[in-house]
């Protein structure tokens, strides 16, 4: 008698990762090219291939499917590295963030953001959601002042906020692009301020 096979192990969560990744791809297509109102589970079912079952199954309303969506090309998109010196995390940080939000996507993210804290439905997945973007921006602060390079006396939460802020004002506002020069400009008014 012949030995019988091992019957090979399915992969964990293979289709449903790959189901995902469709699912997300979907989103963030409809953000870039229609914005937040463009995304809909039929429409975003149809773009991915899926049931609009499966999306049902998982997310109870698209606001959160949005976020979950934006949050995973954020993390992949925007990096905060450790240089070992706060003005050059903070220059690597504003130069992360100026290649993602100049991009169609980034932008369409930014406004949907902005768009779905003011009707979200899911105001504790709101909050987490800019919790997260809070912290990715406040650990340049942080850790700063950790190293000794940054006065204990400075306020991470107002500096993330006015971080936050300028780039807000500069794509939303003004309607004008991140460039090298714009991100020289903010470094160098946060180190000013650092001074005095």
């Known amino acids: 008698m012949s030995e019988q096979q091992p019957i090979p192990k ?4 293979g289709r449903t990762a790959d189901s995902t990744r469709r699912l997300y791809e979907a989103v963030l297509e409809l953000l870039a090219t229609g914005g937040y109102e463009a995304v809909t ?9 899926v049931n609009r079952s499966t999306i049902y199954r998982r997310w109870a309303t698209r606001t959160e499917l949005v976020f979950d969506a934006i949050e995973s090309v954020a ?15 903070l220059r690597a940080l504003l130069s992360s963030l100026k290649d993602f939000l100049s991009s169609p996507l980034g932008i369409a993210s930014l406004a949907a953001g902005a768009e779905m804290s003011r009707t979200a439905e899911v105001p504790e997945r709101r909050d987490a959601f800019w919790k997260a973007r809070f912290d990715e921006l ?7 002042m950790e190293k000794g390079q ?3 006396a400075f306020d991470a939460e107002v500096g993330t906020a006015m971080l936050g802020g300028a780039l807000f004002f500069r794509i939303v506002m003004m309607a004008e692009s991140i460039d090298d020069q714009w991100v020289e400009r903010v470094s160098n008014q946060f180190f000013l301020m650092q001074a005095h």
């Open 10 to 13: 399915r992969r964990p969560g």
């Open 41 to 49: 589970f039929q429409e975003v079912a149809a773009q991915a291939e």
């Open 75 to 89: 993390a992949a998109s925007v990096s905060v590295p450790d240089t070992g010196d706060y003005r050059s995390d």
């Open 138 to 144: 406040a650990i340049v602060f942080t850790r700063a």
């Open 150 to 152: 940054l006065s204990t």
